[in-house]
């Protein structure tokens, strides 16, 4: 037994860690594996902002037949690069978080790393809901972010080329009310993450059960309950449904009848408490919760694939 | 306080049974073999111990439920397998930090200085790792956890001699002490005879045999005989002969040593020709 050692070890007292810490090294472990998460939105943000400095050639001429337009269309003229940049960055951040859940709980069982992760004391609960804060809480931040600097990248060089055409100038900075736009951004964002919060749920229960293909899995069911229903009670319930949960944020958090008079002031669009009030909002999170809870417990149960 | 203990652990599959109401208990300290022939219920054994199966009976590891508390049991307890992959995509610096960011117990430190007696660069990552640089780099994290309990299942598989012998090694030298307790599973036997201290054969979810290994040099004897003490040595009723080079070696559970050695040289078998002993069907019957 000479390969022994006979000092006893001084084991040091279990530092004790704050409970986020195993969340917040779970979070930056995701964004190691899926890179995407941040280099999507870039690239599309790069590829618009290319886009837009092409389309800058011609922006002193555009600027010089607003006073011939009315003032909507002068508003829609200045600000629809404006909007159309964050809604493309918006919908990239959907897009990959919704790839992203459909990955999050097989991958590791396809790589059978599932053991490894298993092996370190974090538990099923901080793994699943470091996974869900991908769509939730990071995916919108970066979304907010990328279309913030894209947004004042934009104004620049707007301004840049625009120097000496004072006209010009001052619709731009009149029309794009950066600071308003930004908040109303802000509150689309929280919207669409709560309202969307079921959905990446039922994606990341499926990622966790499925064992294969599971955008197949995704896609049938739904499609398969949408034929039947329209065939068997020719009703459409069922797509309007899933309709609603995709968009149905839209016509309760945002008041589309002040449209003309958004000229003014984005932010009076916003319409909160008609939101809160919504049950969609509320049923939608008790799915999600139930969805996550139901997934926490399939990982405790899962092993490589 | 008993490292692991169990009563009546079962588990199974369908109407397969991987485990057949074992009643197990592990000291503090100790270095236990695990060896069973594939499929006996070695692995379920361990994922029982380690939280990651449900399980039928009484199972306590370091005083808790292994299913019901894994995250806290992991704090004590490390695992190495051959089957638990690390991820492929990661840095292994990116691997540091994450153990260190999760891992209350782990040394950030004392796994550089680890790494640092390997050609595992920190900005590698796993995937460029051959598979006995991954397990040196697994073992590194592993050693670097003040842990209570090691589990290894197969830790070496496919690795070759060298790996395996530095592997046990650096495991014995620079990780071991007796306040931990190491439980280890392979089929290469030999390799880990003088590194136990505590053997257990199962087979069909069942132990077949446990014992220390002092009780073990005390209990089973060998003895190779010449063709003509053949017959004497048959008489004292061996659990299993076979032959080599024209003689006979015979082991005996509880013989007297003076009369064996009477017939023969006499030695301690090993622990690979004792499980084909216990384990064979023609062991049994002789």
Redesign the interface.
């Known amino acids: 037994m000479n390969?022994?050692?006979d000092?006893?070890?001084d084991?040091?007292a279990?530092?004790?860690?704050s409970p986020t810490?195993?969340l917040?090294?779970?979070i930056?472990?995701e964004l190691?594996?899926n890179r995407s998460i941040y280099i999507a939105p870039v690239v599309v943000a790069s590829i618009f902002l290319f886009g837009f400095l092409i389309s800058c050639i011609g922006l002193n001429r555009r600027m010089r037949t607003l006073p011939t337009l009315d003032l909507m269309k002068q508003h829609q003229l200045v600000v629809r690069p404006y909007d159309t940049a964050a809604f493309m960055i918006l919908l990239t951040g959907f897009l990959v978080g919704v790839f992203y859940c459909l990955d999050a709980l097989q991958s590791?069982r396809r790589?059978?790393?599932i053991?490894?992760w298993?092996?370190?004391?974090?538990?099923?609960r901080?793994t699943v809901l470091s996974k869900a804060s991908i769509p939730l809480v990071v995916l919108p931040l970066l979304v907010l972010t990328i279309t913030v600097a894209l947004q004042i990248v934009m104004m620049m060089v707007s301004t840049l080329v625009l120097l000496g055409n004072s006209p010009g100038l001052i619709a731009l900075w009149s029309e794009v009310k950066f600071v308003q736009t930004t908040l109303a951004m802000v509150y689309g964002l929280i919207v669409i993450a709560l309202w969307h919060a079921p959905i990446y749920g039922w994606l990341l229960l499926l990622s966790a059960w499925a064992k294969r293909s599971v955008l197949l899995w995704v896609v049938l069911p739904p499609l398969v309950i949408s034929i039947f229903e329209k065939m068997v009670f020719h009703t459409t319930h069922f797509g309007l449904l899933l309709k609603d949960r995709l968009i149905g944020f839209f016509k309760e958090a945002f008041d589309a009848s002040t449209q003309g008079h958004a000229a003014i002031n984005p932010l009076n669009e916003l319409t909160p408490g008609n939101y809160l009030l919504t049950p969609g909002l509320w049923i939608g999170l008790l799915f999600a919760a139930a969805f996550f809870a139901a997934a926490i417990r399939l990982r405790?149960?899962r092993?490589?694939m | 306080m008993a490292c692991i203990e169990a009563h009546g652990l079962r588990k199974a599959f369908g109407s397969t049974i991987a485990l057949d109401g074992i009643d197990l208990r592990i000291e503090e300290g100790r270095i236990l073999g695990l060896i069973g022939p594939n499929g006996a219920g070695k692995s379920t054994a361990l994922n029982a111990i380690l939280g990651l199966t449900q399980f039928e009976g009484e199972l306590k590891v370091l005083g808790r439920d292994p299913w019901s508390e894994r995250d806290q049991l992991m704090r004590d307890v490390c695992f190495i397998a051959d089957v638990a992959v690390l991820p492929r995509w990661i840095r292994v610096a990116d691997l540091l930090d994450y153990f260190a960011g999760v891992h209350p117990r782990f040394d950030r430190a004392k796994a550089e200085r680890f790494l640092s007696r390997t050609n595992i660069g920190l900005t590698r990552k796993v995937r460029q790792l051959s598979k006995g640089m991954v397990t040196q780099l697994h073992l590194a994290l592993v050693m670097a956890v003040d842990a209570k309990l090691l589990v290894l299942d197969e830790p070496t598989l496919g690795l070759d001699i060298l790996f395996r012998k530095q592997f046990y090694d650096s495991l014995l030298n620079d990780y071991f002490d007796r306040s931990r307790t190491i439980v280890v599973t392979t089929h290469q036997v030999e390799e880990i005879q003088d590194v136990l201290t505590d053997l257990m054969f199962i087979d069909k979810g069942r132990i077949v045999l446990a014992c220390s290994m002092e009780e073990l040099e005390e209990r089973f004897l060998e003895v190779m005989v010449l063709p003509e003490n053949a017959a004497a040595a048959r008489a004292l009723k061996p659990i299993h002969e076979r032959q080599v080079f024209g003689r006979s070696i015979l082991l005996f559970d509880h013989a007297d040593r003076n009369q064996l050695a009477a017939l023969g040289d006499v030695r301690t078998p090993g622990i690979a020709d004792l499980f084909v002993a216990v384990m064979s069907p023609q062991g049994t019957r002789q």
């Open positions: 390969t022994q050692s000092e006893l070890p084991s040091p279990p530092e004790v860690l810490r195993p917040f090294w779970s930056r472990r190691w594996e590791e790589d059978r790393s053991l490894f298993k092996s370190l004391p974090v538990s099923d901080t405790r149960n092993e490589p």
